[in-house]
């Protein structure tokens, strides 16, 4: 199952909400995941302004934007950005097409 990296930030008032009643979300997080099909790998704060980071592992891209989606639409977050993460193994095969596309690519006014 792809992994995807799930950058979030949240809202003021959501910070407020959690400071008025600290709790682990995790559980919560995971649910919403696993309802969509995911599976929760981790979920990390950073304790700043950008808020955290959750690494998710989905079957498909259309899962994982299901599960960006209902978070999004949440409104606790005033950014949400999904990123596809790739294996460093599985990195070497696109380097190489893309070495081999490279050639033949003008860039704009060459």
């Known amino acids: 199952m792809p992994d995807y990296a799930y950058f979030f930030s949240y809202r003021p008032e959501t910070w407020a909400q959690l400071l ?5 979300r995790t559980p919560a997080v995971r649910a919403t995941v696993e ?7 981790s979920l990390y704060y950073t304790l700043d302004a ?3 980071l959750a ?3 989905a079957p498909d891209a259309d899962t994982a934007a299901t599960i ?4 999004t639409a949440s409104g ?7 990123q596809p ?5 599985d ?3 696109v380097l190489e097409r893309a070495r081999d596309t490279a050639a033949g690519y003008r860039r704009p006014g060459h």
Do not use: K, Q, S, Y
């Open 20 to 24: 008025a009643g600290p709790g682990d």
């Open 35 to 41: 309802d969509a099909g995911g599976e929760l790998r």
């Open 50 to 52: 950008f808020g955290g």
């Open 55 to 57: 690494i998710v592992g």
């Open 68 to 71: 960006g989606l209902v978070i």
């Open 76 to 82: 606790a977050f005033t950014d949400v950005r999904v």
């Open 85 to 89: 993460l790739v294996n460093a193994a």
């Open 91 to 93: 990195v070497v095969p």
